[in-house]
């Protein structure tokens, strides 16, 4: 159980996150959406420790994460795992190495220094990129992978860190719609099959629809509509990326639909 209770994180005077709250029950596909400065990102980032909250709670099976320190703070990062929209991973790197850096945690200092790995990690790391249909990639340098390549490399990461819950940031911001889709089917799986709670941000309106069994709207810091994707109609949508002049002469498919079928969508709504 996650449970969010009036977290608030200030820079300067401004609210990136204005108090917000909500409660997610069991291993849900969660999807984050709004438009850019929303605060979706700060949240996530708070929830793994990424950045401090300037208040507010994160209980997780009723412990406070943003009160955690030290080791014990080192120890959620492990078990609450980021998916970034730049894949984040080491370009001269193996594909095999940088999942196997999902470890980095839960390993000493000269084992780390040294990059030694044991039999049995190594083998759940090709495990686990053959899960995500990519184990022939194993020896290639990550650059030399597609975009959804290597984020499915970097969904093998975190995979390899054994989470109870992946925080994906746009994870498909950056890829084009069969690849994005590649990678949501990856995610949504992944949810189904292990029962682990994905919470993403998504800029995708149709892509929260179809993938997510419950969506939060934020507009400037604050949750404007927590419901499942059925409520996510016309006028929610507008509530949520806004409905003045604005937003309806620069609404394109890279804000409001990222996957096949999104632009009609996207169309249909700023014409409604």
């Given at each position: 159980m996650l449970e969010v209770r009036n977290v608030t994180r200030l820079f300067g005077t401004k609210a990136a996150v204005d108090d917000i709250s909500f409660r997610i029950d069991g291993p849900a596909f969660v999807g984050i959406i709004g438009r850019s400065g929303a605060g979706k990102s700060t949240f996530?980032?708070?929830?793994?420790?990424l950045t401090d909250a300037s208040s507010g709670e994160i209980r997780v099976e009723g412990r406070d994460v943003l009160a955690l320190t030290g080791a014990a703070k080192r120890a959620w990062q492990s078990q609450c795992a980021m998916v970034f929209q730049q894949f984040n991973l080491v370009p001269r790197m193996d594909v095999a190495a940088n999942v196997l850096h999902g470890l980095l945690g839960r390993r000493g200092t000269l084992a780390t220094l040294f990059n030694l790995w044991s039999a049995e990690d190594i083998a759940r790391a090709i495990a686990i990129l053959d899960r995500l249909g990519i184990a022939e990639q194993a020896p290639k340098r990550a650059e030399a992978l597609s975009g959804g390549?290597?984020?499915?490399?970097?969904?093998?990461?975190?995979?390899?860190?054994d989470p109870k819950i992946i925080l994906a940031d746009e994870p498909i911001a950056s890829l084009d719609p069969m690849n994005a889709q590649v990678v949501m089917d990856t995610l949504k799986r992944i949810n189904r099959e292990d029962g682990r709670m994905v919470i993403a941000n998504l800029h995708t309106l149709d892509t929260a629809r179809r993938y997510c069994d419950r969506v939060i709207g934020m507009r400037d810091g604050r949750v404007v509509f927590d419901g499942t994707p059925a409520q996510l109609t016309h006028g929610v949508a507008r509530e949520i990326y806004g409905a003045d002049e604005r937003f309806s002469e620069s609404a394109t498919s890279t804000e409001i639909g990222a996957l096949p079928g999104d632009d009609a969508y996207a169309r249909e709504l700023m014409e409604d």
């Open positions: 996530l980032r708070m929830m793994n420790r390549q290597q984020q499915r490399v970097a969904i093998a990461r975190a995979l390899m860190q």
